[in-house]
Each structure stands twice: as C-alpha cells, then as structure tokens.
Nanobody, 125 residues
Framework: VQLQASGGGLVQAGGSLRLSCAAS????????MGWFRQAPGKEREFVGA????????TYADAVKGRFTISTDKAKNTVILQMNSLKAEDTGVYYC???????????????????WGQGTQVTVSS
C-alpha cells in the first residue's frame, strides 16, 4: 500500500484544515486507516482511525469533537477534517494503513505496516 498525505499548512488557532491521504496499491477492505501526529521532541501519537470496510471511527480524547475522519471510497482516500484547531495540534501528521486491526490495536503505531510521508500542520496562537 502506498500512501500520499496532503493538505497541511499554517492556520490560526480556531481555524480548520482538511488533510487527505490517498492510498494505492491494493484494496483496503481489510485495513484500518490511522492518523498520527508528531510534535518536535515528542513521540508519535494517535489522532484517530477508521476501519475501511465498516466505517467505524476511533479518536484520541485530545481531538474528540473537533476532528472527524471519513473515507472517499471512489477516490481511495481518507480525510481528516480538523476544526477548532489549537496550538497543541501543531506537528507532522502521518496517515497509516494496518491490516486486520481490532479496535484495541488502533492506537499503537507499530501495528500499522504502511505509512505516508507526513504533512506539516502549524497552528499559530
């Protein structure tokens, strides 16, 4: 699976950004698609994930109610809509794909076998 993330940029606190992750190489029916982020000097952290087939989503507490993950199956793309952005949302955002992940496994980066290149999100306060 090849993943290409896009849509990052600079935005003021309270603003919105929409990230996309285009997948290619194989069908995603048995995959979960995750979003992670990494701030300078910090470990990569889970943002949210969606199971491609059923569409169920899981979010980190820090983004719940502000971020929404959806899929565009016609374009084989996962979308991360980020609203009410805060300065602490700043970081490099990565999309990832993991095969046959159960819900309890979605938050662990090591469970994902494929990663995109990352896109920078900077929120100014």
């Amino acid at each position: 699976v090849q993943l290409q993330a896009s849509g990052g940029g600079l935005v003021q606190a309270g603003g919105s950004l929409r990230l996309s992750c285009a997948a290619s190489g194989r069908t995603l029916n048995n995959y979960a698609m995750g979003w992670f982020r990494q701030a300078p000097g910090k470990e990569r952290e889970f943002v949210g994930a969606v199971k491609w087939s059923g569409g169920s989503t899981t979010y980190a507490d820090a983004v719940k109610g502000r971020f929404t993950i959806s899929t565009d199956k016609a374009k084989n793309t996962v979308i991360l809509q980020m609203n009410s952005l805060k300065a602490e949302d700043t970081g490099v955002y990565y999309c990832a794909a993991g095969a046959r992940l159960i819900t309890s496994s979605l938050r662990t980066p090591g469970n994902y076998g494929y990663w995109g290149q990352g896109t920078q999100v900077t929120v100014s306060s």
